[in-house]
């Protein structure tokens, strides 16, 4: 049955040639650091996917925060498995962002005429980084807040706006305000980003290796 179906879908759309054309053309080395910008964008959508998930059952309330996450990772279906992918795939987001950064830094794509993609794609990563900052203090337990103090610590070493985004976590930070942060607005900043992102990319195309 399924072979008869590939048959009649090659007949109409060519599959096979173009998976043997595409299979047959010769990748250069230098390929495998040109997907990490599509690892990236992959994850990203894990990561909203397993969020929106979550969302069903966190509460942003101080004390029903943590009690809503152990709810939902012992009682809800696989809640346990998308409670650790949404937070182990925000570390490997990170590890993927930065060796994209790295790789466009090396490759000196950041010069004319793509200036504007550079730019877009540093904001993407501090937006990303944002996005770890609010969401690891979710829980409300004294992990997150271990872990925050040291995203607040990290934060004060940035030049120029150190001081202020310090005082700006510690004294008008509340679990209501880092859900609406976390889920709403660094979300939308985010997908406006990458649509301007990827019209940049469209417009100039990637870098050529040096």
């Known amino acids: 049955m399924l072979a008869k179906i590939s048959e009649w ?6 599959l096979r040639d173009n998976s043997r054309r595409k299979m047959g053309q010769a990748v250069p080395a230098h390929m ?17 996917l397993t969020g929106v998930y979550m969302l069903f059952f966190y509460t942003p309330h101080p004390e029903l925060a943590l009690k809503s996450i152990e709810a939902m990772s012992n009682d809800g279906s696989f809640g346990w498995f998308f409670r650790n992918m949404h937070r182990w795939g925000a570390t490997v987001l990170l590890a993927a962002i930065l060796t994209h950064v790295v790789t466009v830094f090396y490759q000196k794509a950041y010069r004319r005429p793509r200036e504007l993609n550079w730019t877009s794609g540093v ?28 995203w607040v ?40 980003l990458l ?16």
């Not at 879908?9 to 060519?14: A, F, I, K, N, S």
């Not at 650091?33 to 994850?43: A, T």
């Not at 649509?195 to 040096?210: D, K, T």
Request: with cysteine.
């Open 9 to 14: 879908l090659d007949e109409r759309v060519g």
């Open 32 to 48: 495998f650091f040109y997907c990490f910008g599509g690892i990236s964008l992959f994850i990203i959508a894990l990561q909203a």
């Open 123 to 150: 904001l993407q990563f501090l937006v990303v980084v944002l996005l770890l900052a609010t969401g690891i203090i979710l829980p409300w337990d004294w992990r997150a807040y271990w872990s925050f103090a040291l």
């Open 153 to 192: 610590d990290y934060f004060e070493t940035w030049p120029v706006v150190g001081d202020f985004l310090k005082n700006l976590l510690l004294d008008t930070f509340t679990i209501n305000r880092a859900f609406v942060i976390h889920v709403l607005i660094l979300p939308i900043v985010l997908v406006l």
């Open 195 to 210: 649509r301007f992102h990827f019209a940049m990319v469209r417009r100039h195309g990637i870098s050529e290796p040096l």
